[in-house]
């Protein structure tokens, strides 16, 4: 954990330029969806959802410690309350609802893909897919409410038994606690939070997989089909469906991506008890990027048709120019 007023510091004012650059993303994204004509498919609003719950958890991480209880001890920056305390972990605890918008996509593209679903058959059970998802975030941030849990960790408030390193009652030997707020807090992280990450983590590798096996599969009867004749396998054959898996396993690595160092953090907690400063540090910074992730990934056709018509462009000027097409349009 943070020690010295230098670290401290660190986590306090690093995550704000991540979460900021997250949720600036994912209003541009919200826009994209919204304002530009055309038709909306499933696929638009799944993202459209995914992005409005970034958006909620990306703005609280921003404040980072401002809204923590003035006089923590160990607390760079801290100048709230326990209300602003509790309020920053309610709208964070949207991005629970964003890792499951990460579920639904994978469903999405199984669908689409595996079983080769239309829109018109997906529609019907769309509105499953996002109240599973919205329901977890507001569930638990409800509950969490109910049961005192959002109390500082550090860098922020979030799912914690107050004070931090407080004797919960699970963990004592009488029952007994020393906790003023959010008694047995660490069970209820892995309740309300990790246990349905990781699920979800093990679900959407599995779901890319079978994306991968059956786009891989058919891609293998094309060319025994056309193997040995002269005819040139249409280019849209296969095309489309590598497509489309293309863009799913770009969603589902930047799902990855994003929860490494968290995953590694908590696992470190649960392994030596004490995790060292830097991963507190990458934890901070890179846990509000999903929204940046996001954009990229919404416009990544666009990106990589212009990319086609002007491979003389540099990466980072051919990404900026698209997207200035985007919201032109």
Sequence with gaps: ???????????????????????????????????????????????????????????????????????????????????????????????????????????????????????????????????????????????SLALTLFNPVGWDCWLSAAPLGCQESWNSPDGTTTCERGDNGSIYQWAFYYAPLWFVIILVACLLYWVYHDVSAHERRVREQYQGTLSIIPSNTISNDKKIAGQAAAYIGSFFFTWLFPTIFQLVIVTMGNPPWILLFLTALFVPIQGIFILVIFIRPAYLKYRRTHPEKLFIAAWFRTLRQEIAK
């Design 1 to 143: 954990m943070a020690t010295t007023v230098g670290q401290q510091m660190a986590v306090a004012i690093a995550p704000k330029f991540t979460a900021a650059a997250s949720a600036i993303s994912s209003t541009i994204t919200i826009f994209l969806i919204t304002c530009r004509s055309g038709e909306k498919r499933t696929y638009h609003r799944l993202v459209l959802g995914m992005s409005m719950c970034d958006l909620s958890a990306s703005a609280a991480w921003f404040f980072t410690t401002w809204p923590i209880p003035r006089g923590t001890p160990g607390v760079y920056g801290a100048m709230g309350n326990q209300q602003t305390c509790s309020a920053q972990a309610f709208f964070a605890q949207f991005s629970l609802s964003t890792v499951m918008y990460n579920a639904s996509l994978a469903i999405y593209y199984v669908l689409v893909i595996v079983k080769g679903w239309k829109d018109k058959d997906i529609v019907k059970i769309e509105p499953f897919l996002h109240a599973n998802a919205i329901a977890w975030g507001l569930g638990t941030g409800l509950a």
